[in-house]
């Protein structure tokens, strides 16, 4: 690990998730319908799904073909298939990621949803907004904010148990930023 990935100090995920969950409650409308994208905001809007009032139903996202990025950085290991059991036509949807950073993921996750219909509304939920954005798209819901230099990749991992955790590693790597099952 770099040096500068010892200089940054990260959020406890749990934490941070509580944190997130309690600022969507109340603000989020009832029938709302939670989209993660693969997979780390798939664990993310599962878990909201539970902590917060209402009903919620979960939906999935990949990205993986929608990325403008996708000819430079090609396609991931393991594509997934996109779920959404639900109508998207006409409803609040909370688009739910784990780490928001250039922002290329969620317009992506966005133009995915409009081949599934016009939502009401989007709302975005994060659990870490890193900052660096190079397009102006920002988090509805955050559930920590922290400054993280740009060769350096937050990434999120989830145990046995379901528990997250929050890591770096060196930015560049085949399968940056991909979140992991320990």
């Known amino acids: 690990m770099s040096d ?3 200089l940054v100090t990260l959020p406890d995920a749990e934490a941070a ?10 603000a989020i409308a009832f029938d709302a319908r939670f ?5 780390g905001g798939a ?12 009903d919620h139903p979960v939906g999935y996202i990949d990205v993986s073909f929608y990325r403008d990025d ?18 998207v036509r006409g409803a609040t949807i ?3 990621d784990d780490v928001l950073y250039t922002g290329r993921s969620v317009r992506a996750a966005i133009n995915e949803l409009f081949d599934y219909g016009r939502p009401a509304r989007i709302e975005l939920a994060v659990l870490v907004d890193r900052g660096g954005r190079e397009l102006p798209i ?13 060769d350096l990749s937050v990434v ?18 085949p399968d940056e930023g991909a979140p992991r099952d320990a």
């Open 17 to 26: 998730l509580a944190a997130l969950a309690e600022r969507m409650r109340g």
């Open 4 to 6: 500068a990935a010892n």
């Open 138 to 150: 920002e988090a509805t819901y955050s559930g920590a904010r922290l400054a993280v230099a740009a």
């Open 156 to 173: 999120l991992a989830r145990d046995a148990g379901g528990r997250l955790s929050l890591t770096t590693e060196p930015a560049g790597r």
């Open 94 to 96: 909370v688009l739910v």
């Open 70 to 87: 996708f000819a430079q950085k090609g396609l991931k290991p393991e594509v997934k298939a996109t779920a959404l059991p639900f109508e």
């Open 35 to 39: 989209v993660g994208i693969y997979s």
């Open 43 to 54: 664990w993310i809007a599962e878990r909201l799904a539970a902590m917060i009032p209402g």
